[in-house]
């Protein structure tokens, strides 16, 4: 294939791997549903040899994916055999940080553990944080538009960019690396890429907003008996906390599934939720703000983790979901007003039960921006598959004119349900914006629009 010689002569031998020498990477995202290779994979060192590749494939009308830590859960990174990969991961590192204007500028490749710890160093904080820290990119969190556990307080990825560098599905740079907080000087262009999953152009480059250290933060768990009480809950550490960090809930089967499965005990009885707040306020405020719930009856237990291996204990429980022991497991990632979640929760569970009646079906999530994450472990029957599942989870979403994406993006396992959640004029204006960036189509084709 004449594309792929010429690929070889623009990037050099070393950057283009086919067949075996790609390995079993490329072919999934975390989602774990991608089944085939790309034709190749693309390892460029530069924003000028990522460009040149780009212009290579254009012309010739083949299409491309960007991938980055292959963390993503909506399959948005899956080849379907058919396109030429191109991995960031040689593009990685920390270009500068300047603590005057409380900015660093990063390569797309690299993995946001490592920007937080360079932030860190300098004194300073990044206040994007997911689970996936240690192999998702800043390009895949951007892409994505992630949020993680710290939206509450700073917002998600797209608040944390000031400026960006992309590159075109023709081979265009368009270098965008403002570094002002304030700059409306016509169209903010880096929102085009942000959360547009690689469609509409490849990230290479950020200019990430630092913070200054949130000072001490605190783990506490909470248990309550109601929803109704965990948004109360949410309300009244706003108020009496100053900024909390974290709000994250977890539904009794949530809780309990993992906690048994990790062998962890936290609490002498059961409740029907367990809430993980995080708060920088001095330890005797947040332990005399708890004495004040448990005596108003909002809160029926709680627990000030003691040091930060018990932080990351009870954190353990909120990340990890072991899957071997659940067969079909699907996670599913939706928003709605934040006092209709434990309506939606029930009327959710209700249907998927009344179609698998032992269908595991645990609920846990982001409430304080009005997130919540479902799974549905169920042993489909004949004629039935993951997609009898969504149209359960996103046909009881209908009516709370809820989103069936909060963080992770609609990739290809959401792409036929986009339409319940945008309009028919939003979704002309996607596609007419795809086709004025990428008239070829070549950009991760079949994803999100
Ligand atoms: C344990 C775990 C916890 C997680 N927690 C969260 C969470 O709390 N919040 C959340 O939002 N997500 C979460 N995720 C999902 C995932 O980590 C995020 O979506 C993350 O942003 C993906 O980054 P990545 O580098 O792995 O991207 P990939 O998976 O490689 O790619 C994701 C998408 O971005 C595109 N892309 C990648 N790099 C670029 C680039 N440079 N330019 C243009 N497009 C690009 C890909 O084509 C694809 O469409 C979690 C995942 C796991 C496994």
Redesign the pocket.
Known sequence: MSLIADLRKALGDAAVLEGEAMGARPAS??SLTGTALPRALLRPRSTADLAAALRLCNAAGVPV?????????AG??NPSGNEIAIS?ERMRGIEEVDTASATMVVK??TPLEECQRAAAEAGLFLALD???RG???I???L??N????RVIRYGMAREQVLGLE?VLADGTIVSSMNRMLKNNAGYDLKHL?IGS??TL????RAVLRLHPPPGEITTTLCAVESYEQVVALLRRAQAALGGIVAFEAMWRDYFSFNAEALQLRFFEAEHAFCVIVESTMAQDAIEEFLGACLEDGLITDALVAASHAQSRQVWSVR?GHPTESLPNLLNFDVSLPIGQIGHYAEACTSALKARWPDAHVSFYGHVGDSNVHICVSALYGPGEDMHSVDDIVYGVLGPYHGSISA???I?TLKRPYLHLSRSPAELALMRTLKQALDPRGIL?PG?VI
């Open positions: 995202d975390m994916i960007a991938q980055g830590g292959m963390t993503g859960l948005g990174a960031l797309a490749g997911l689970g996936s192999s998702c990119t390009g895949g969190n892409s994505t992630a949020g993680g556990i992309a890429f999953e690689g152009g490849v990230i290479t990340e963080e992770h993006g990739g991760n994803k």
